[in-house]
């Protein structure tokens, strides 16, 4: 059971998020609040896993609530959930520590999917967001840097942009998760990236699923 606490300061988005949620049977929500204080106040002596964070709030914004609960809950994963795609927030609250970055108009699916995600390790953004980002990622060179992979390797680059974890990779290529995760760090050194959200970017940005879909269906093989 994954236990979340939801901070946004709209009734109705927080109404909207326990809906959603409630249909999960391994999503918990533990505490709703209506401002960063609140949220600081309630999480104090319960157990929390995931933390949905709306950027914008009175007071204490979501940026000021995150540096809180980082310095003194550092095992708290946190989600953004924003309406703007403001890259210099987005990009402010990457820095401090926040693992997914999430649209309030996304579907059910995507949040959900989020929250697992960030649970088992990993990191999310909205794809929606991917602008938000594309300098953040060095797209000079890319042909060379995709050509550069392995088959494998690019199967494997796919599935993370998809949102996958190192776990469910290994159970659908039939590889260990040890494994995964070698080929993880391989591939982030090739392409010259540091986390998944920036795999994501660079995967989307440069067009992996028909890139990889070309290559095995010319069976070039690397």
Do not use: P
Not at 9 to 27: F, P, Q, T, V
Not at 87 to 106: C, P
Not at 125 to 136: A, Q, W
Not at 153 to 173: H, M, P, T
């Amino acid at each position: 059971m994954i236990n979340i606490a939801i901070a946004d300061d709209h009734a109705l988005i927080r109404e909207g998020l326990s809906k959603i949620l409630s249909y999960e049977k391994d999503l918990n929500i533990v505490a709703e609040s209506c401002s960063g204080e609140d949220l600081i106040k309630k999480i104090e002596g319960i157990e929390v896993e995931i933390v949905l964070l709306d950027i914008n709030m009175y007071a204490l914004d979501g940026i000021e609530t995150l540096k809180i609960i980082k310095n003194k809950w550092n095992k708290i994963k946190v989600i953004i959930l924003t309406v703007e795609k403001q890259r210099r927030k987005i990009r402010e609250a990457m820095d401090l520590g926040a693992s997914g970055y999430v649209l309030k108009e996304s579907a059910g699916s995507e949040i959900t999917n989020a929250i697992r995600t960030v649970y088992a390790g990993g990191k999310y953004i909205d794809k929606s967001l991917i602008d938000s980002f594309i300098n953040d990622v060095n797209i000079e060179g890319t042909n060379n840097l995709l050509d550069s992979l392995t088959n494998r390797e690019l199967r494997i680059l796919l599935e993370i942009s998809n949102g996958l974890k190192n776990k469910d990779i290994a159970e659908k290529l039939y590889l260990s998760e040890k494994t995964i995760k070698n080929y993880v760090t391989a591939i982030f050194k090739k392409i010259g990236v540091e986390d998944r959200v920036h795999a994501t970017i660079f995967a989307i940005n440069n067009g992996i699923e028909g890139y990889y879909n070309r290559r095995v269906y010319k069976k070039i093989e690397k």
